[in-house]
């Protein structure tokens, strides 16, 4: 059975002197977990593009010079949306195989693994975003 | 016994559902970049191809899911930040009250993108 304990303030980042692969862990979900809804409100912003692209002049559509076109053809022309992209999926990257992480604590399986589970999310989320560079800077550089 | 270490108190709703969302998305996210990404690269969407992806019904269904999946586990996971962080009384009510009406904001403006997207406004 688990048990719950009052553990004072958690959210508490003058903790993070107490260096701990849990405490790092909690640190970069969070941190990663702002960026992400950070992000999801301005791609929708972006995307709001596609509301005047509808209501303009179909041709433009057709030419493929509407404003939604337009505008992510420009983002996606700048080397610093493309790195930017690849943080993102670092970031995505981490977040997900920490979570799936999390999950195994909160179900209290591996507990013993934690923080090894925790350098292993790293890695793994290095190489997933190395591996990823050719692809999302096709382009701009590669 | 066994100590806790989720930040959420167990067995509510909210816990459940950013716990649901969270195997959607997984899921889900995986798709979306690897469809924008890998099958179709970024720098070359075009409203004529967002178009014929929308029109399927089973991706726009899909899409609009992932859209308020995705709100509600980014906004509820920054409100129980923020709860951890001490965060009480007025202001907590307050705090919920700006990222509900932030969160159904997005929400609606996403669903009337996807809408012209589709060409069905």
Known sequence: MSQSYNRGLVEDFGRWKEFSAGMWAWIFHKFTGWILIGYLFTHIAVLSTAIGAASGDPSLIQQETDVYTTTIQGLESLFIVRVMEVGLLAVAVFHILNGLRLLMVDLGIGLEAQDKSFYASLILTGVITVASVPTFMRGVGF | ?121
């Open chain 2, 1 to 121: 016994m066994a100590e806790r270490y989720s930040s959420f108190a167990p067995g509510g709703t909210a816990w459940l559902l950013q716990r649901v969302t969270a195997a959607f998305l997984v899921v889900v996210l995986a798709f979306h970049f690897f469809q924008l990404h890998f099958v179709n690269h970024a720098a070359d969407v075009t409203f004529l191809g967002t178009q014929a992806r929308m029109e399927n019904v089973g991706y726009f269904l899909t899409m609009v899911l992932f859209l308020i999946a995705g709100t509600f586990h980014g906004v509820n996971g920054v409100y129980n930040a923020l709860v951890n962080q001490g965060l009480e009384g007025t202001q907590k009510k307050i705090v919920l009250a700006v990222l509900t009406i932030a969160s159904v904001a997005l929400i609606v403006q996403g669903i009337w993108v996807a809408l012209a997207m589709a060409g069905m406004i």
